[in-house]
């Protein structure tokens, strides 16, 4: 009888080529696009006699950070005029008048003063609102329309979320909802 052997197969995976991409990166040109990434990340800095123009491109970096930083000035002497009315107010707590008039008087004083305060408190909210919408990058754009609110407009005031005729449209809808 002959001899039989066995014959192994080989199994071959197929071979897949990695192909480099055509176009090579030298380190200088590494070093550049590292110094641009660079150069992205770093905090615009305006003087601060900066006011934003028209000639610049509207909502430019340069203007995200003049309002940022508008928004916040006004943000911390609202809260600390707030921290002052309150300290303050209660100060006058402890002197408490026998007459009528003047209790009456010191009440309506007060009165007065609580709305002032709860006003900037909602402007306040108002300021944190805009601040988030420079996040977004959606500040000085009309919520309603998506157009550009105007630099005159946000430099008288700067948490305008609506462009001047959107605002006339949304203040007479109130007015006709008020008197219903």
Request: contains cysteine.
């Amino acid at each position: 009888m002959p001899k039989t052997t066995r014959v192994k197969k080989k199994v071959s995976k197929p071979k897949t080529k990695v192909t480099k991409p055509k176009t090579k990166v030298t380190k200088p040109q590494t070093k550049t696009i590292k110094k641009l990434k660079i150069i992205a990340k770093l905090p615009i800095k305006i003087s601060k006699t900066y006011a934003p123009k028209d000639t610049e491109k509207y909502m430019c970096e340069k203007h995200k950070v003049f309002f940022r930083i508008k928004l916040t000035e006004w943000k911390k002497d609202l809260v600390k005029a707030n921290n002052e009315a309150l300290y303050n107010g209660s100060m006058d707590d402890n002197s408490i008048s026998a007459d009528v008039v003047d209790q009456a008087s010191s009440y309506t004083d007060k009165n007065v003063e609580m709305k002032a305060i709860n006003r900037q408190i909602k402007l306040i909210s108002e300021i944190d609102k805009a601040l988030a919408r420079i996040r977004e990058d959606t500040y000085g754009f009309c919520l309603d329309t998506a157009e550009p609110i105007g630099l005159k407009r946000l430099m008288a005031r700067p948490v305008a979320k609506y462009t001047i005729a959107a605002q006339e449209k949304h203040e007479k809808n109130e007015k006709v909802h008020a008197d219903d």
